[in-house]
C-alpha cells in the first residue's frame, strides 16, 4: 500500500483514539437518577462506516499477498421480536491495492441472529457534565507527531446503571470480490478472486440507559458495546478463483463496535468498529472503521 493512504490511515486510527480517550473526572456533584432501563436501547441499527480501511499481511504459506484497501461500508441489524434477528454488511473498496484487478472489488454478508442468554449487572457508567475542544498532537507508536486535531474532551462523573448483557449466536453466508496476489516463487502475481463462504460464531451486547439530573438539567447517558467472534469456511463455491486458492480452508475473525445512543453529543454521531482475524483464501487482516448511524429503532 503507498505511503500517503497508510499515513492517513494511521492518522484517523489515533485522532479516533483521542477522542473517546481524552476525559476529566468530576467530584462532589450533587444528582439524582430518574430513568434507568437499559430497554430504551434500540435493539436495531442501519450505521455507515465511511472510513474502512482494511490491512493483511504477507502469507506465503497460503498464496497470499495481503489486500490494502480504503473505502466505505454498510452495516445493519435487526431484532424485532428479541428471540431472533437478521444482520448484513456490505463493504465497497475505491482506493488501494483491491482496485488492481477490479473496478469495483466488494464484501458482501447476510445472516441470522437467534438469543442465547440475557441478564442485567449493576455497573458504572459515565454522566458527562460539560464538554469542551482541546487541541491534541497525534503521535504513533514510536513517538514522532503524524498530525494534530481537535478532540473532544469533557468532564464527568460516575453512577452506577443496570446494564443489560446479552448473547446471541449467529450465522450466515459471505461473498468477496476483489484482487488478490498469491506468492509463486517469491513473486506477486495479480489475480481476481469471487468467492462464497459461510460463517457461524456467537456476539456479546452491553446496553445502558440512565437519565440523570443534576443542577436542574437532565442528562442521557447511554451505551451500546458490542464483541463478536466467528469461524469462517471458505469456499462453499468459487467464481474466477486461481486454482492454487480452491482448496477449502478454515478461518476466523474478532471484532467490536460501540456508540452512544441517545445522548446529545458530538460522539453520538461517530463511533469506531475494529475487527481482526485470519481469512482462509487471504490471510491475517484487520480492519478499522469510523461510523455514523442512519438508524435505530
Known sequence: ??????????????????????????NNVPYKILVDDASRVPGSYVDLFYFNYEGAMVNQLNW?????????????????????????????????EKKEQMKLPFHLEAGGLVSLKSKIKAQEIKVPLKSFRKRVDIVDRSGNTIGSGTALAYNYIKVMADKEFTSWGRAGMLFRR?????????MPLLGSQSVLGIFAGIEFIRKAHVETEVYDKVIVSAEYFKTYGDILFYPVATFSTAVANRK???????????KLPGMKAALNYMF???????LPLDGWYWNVGIGVNLYKK
Open 1 to 26: 500500500m503507498n505511503t500517503k493512504l497508510k499515513s492517513f490511515a494511521q492518522f484517523w486510527v489515533f485522532a479516533m483514539t483521542c477522542i473517546i480517550s481524552i476525559a476529566q473526572d468530576g
Open 64 to 96: 497470499h499477498k495481503g489486500f490494502d484497501g480504503l473505502g466505505s461500508s454498510i452495516q445493519a441489524e435487526f431484532k424485532p421480536s428479541g428471540k431472533f434477528g437478521v444482520q448484513g454488511r456490505a463493504s465497497v473498496f475505491y482506493i488501494g
Open 178 to 186: 476483489a484482487t488478490y496476489k498469491p506468492m509463486v516463487d517469491g
Open 248 to 258: 477449502r480452508l478454515l478461518g476466523f475473525r474478532f471484532g467490536a463496535t460501540g
Open 272 to 278: 469506531p468498529r475494529v475487527e481482526f482475524g485470519k
